[in-house]
């Protein structure tokens, strides 16, 4: 069973519209969590992390993770067809040998 | 500043073949990963390197996979017989002090 849950597993909005993806682990022994976007046929490239409760914002991307459920939120304001991929989120182990773990991702479809 | 290189970017393998991936990681970074990535499965985390001792052989994968780091810049895995089912996406990752990680590009395999 997946530790990092993410959903939904798909998603359309329109061009101009905001897209919200969901990610929660269910590992309690993890403190940070990035979120990756892979393009199709290229290779996952990291988008934004956080480790702190509250929000992060980059542009057009922002950030939200509460660390007592373990839930980050990833939200893309005046979503672009070029935003179009496949979203993933990885949370990472704070024992042992803090490695990576990801979700199944979100596949976020934009349309003009 | 190089990121992670893998070669070859594709390669077909008749079921029963040895193949070999190779994959050099970015200058300075410890942490070296090998995935696998299926549209069904996602990301299968293959094998974990940390300063050059594994870490991590991925469980599943021990029987025919196998994943070396021969220096601090270079890494293969092999795939001892392929099988149809190998057929996938292969990514190598390296992650810095910081535990930002970079993939590389990726090597498709379809084994026939």
């Known amino acids: 069973q997946q530790k990092v849950q993410q959903s939904p597993e798909s998603l359309i909005v329109p061009e101009g519209g905001m897209a919200s993806l969901n990610c929660t682990s269910s590992d309690r022994n993890v403190d940070y969590f990035w979120w990756y976007r892979q393009h199709s046929g290229k290779s996952p490239k990291m988008l934004m992390s956080i480790f702190s409760n509250g929000e992060k914002e980059e542009g057009r991307f922002t950030v939200h993770l509460n660390k007592a459920s373990l839930h980050t939120s990833l939200h893309i304001r005046d979503s672009q067809p070029s935003d179009s991929a496949l979203y993933l989120c990885a949370a990472r182990g704070n024992t042992g040998n803090y490695k990576y773990v990801f979700g199944a991702g979100t596949r976020l479809k934009v349309i003009a | 500043d190089a990121g992670v290189t893998q070669t070859p970017r594709h390669e077909v393998a008749e079921k029963g073949q040895t193949i070999i991936l190779k994959c050099e990681p970015v200058s300075g970074h410890n942490d070296l990963f090998w995935y696998r990535q299926t549209k069904i499965q996602g990301l299968e985390l293959l094998s974990y390197?940390?300063?050059?001792?594994?870490?991590?052989d991925g469980g599943a994968f021990k029987d025919r996979f196998k994943a070396e780091m021969l220096n601090s810049s270079f890494s293969t895995l092999k795939i001892q017989p392929t099988e149809p089912k190998d057929s996938a996406v292969y990514l190598c990752a390296s992650r810095g002090d910081n535990y930002e990680q970079y993939f590389g590009p990726g090597t498709r395999l379809t084994v026939l």
């Open positions: 390197f940390r300063s050059k001792s594994l870490m991590e």
